[in-house]
């Protein structure tokens, strides 16, 4: 168990609707990464922040938004969903931003567009 | 190219064989990270390493900077180290970028 909690595990949804996943991070991080793993497309890395704010961002979409709330958790939210944003959505998070921390990952969240 | 090359994309053992996994990579990093997804979706942290070479058990990673290229061992393998094990590399930014991945497969 790394301590990083996600919710929901699964959820199904139909085309053009939003969804939000949810993250706690470990106690004590505040750094928290999402990341995208589908079939063709592999595990990419969508968002980082650190303490509430935005600290990188890489390919997520313009449908996508996420944010850290002061109890660092951190929320993705999916919107006008498509057959394609179907995957297993991640978070990670670390002591800090800094790059010699290491990530711990949560279990997923597997979204599913019908 | 991808960023982030493994080798191979699969790879089947029988119990007790010594096992390699390769990863290179082209551009320079901070970091390299090892990880290991079981059949059931999550994700583990194995190592992070940005110089020479860590041991956790039964398994062994080490990295060439100069070469921009990193290795994981396995060795006595086992069925429970039946996975897919995952290259990432940490660039500018905290950015990880990943491998597609080496699906290994260790009968008994």
């Known amino acids: 168990d790394s301590g990083v909690t996600q919710t929901p595990k699964h959820l199904i949804t139909a085309t053009g609707q939003r969804v939000t996943l949810r993250c706690s991070p470990r106690?004590?991080?505040?750094?928290v990464y999402w990341y995208q793993q589908s079939l063709d497309q592999g595990l990419q890395f969508l968002i980082q922040?650190?303490?509430?704010?935005?600290?990188a961002k890489g390919n997520i979409l313009e449908r996508f938004s996420a944010q850290q709330f002061p109890d660092l958790h951190s929320e993705l939210n999916l919107s006008s969903l498509e057959l394609g944003d179907s995957a297993l959505y991640f978070c990670?998070?670390?002591?800090?931003?800094?790059?010699?921390?290491?990530?711990?990952f949560g279990p997923g969240t597997r979204l599913t567009v019908l | 190219k991808n960023e982030v090359e493994q080798s191979p994309q699969n790879l089947t053992a029988q119990e007790g064989e010594f096992i390699t996994i390769n990863c290179s990579y082209s551009v320079g990093i901070s970091a390299l990270h090892w990880l290991q997804q079981h059949p059931g979706g999550g994700i583990v942290s194995l190592f992070m390493?940005?110089?020479g070479k860590k041991k956790h058990g039964r398994l062994i990673a080490t990295i060439n900077i100069q070469e921009k290229h990193s290795s994981l061992h396995i060795t006595a393998s086992h069925p429970r180290d039946s996975a897919v094990y995952i290259c990432?590399?940490?660039?500018?930014?905290?950015?990880?970028?990943f491998g597609g991945g080496t699906r290994v497969l260790v009968k008994p």
């Open positions: 922040y650190y303490n509430g704010e935005e600290r």
């Open positions: 990432a590399v940490r660039a500018a930014g905290n950015k990880l970028t």
């Open positions: 390493l940005s110089s």
């Open positions: 106690s004590g991080d505040l750094s």
């Open positions: 990670a998070s670390s002591a800090s931003g800094q790059e010699y921390n290491e990530q711990f």
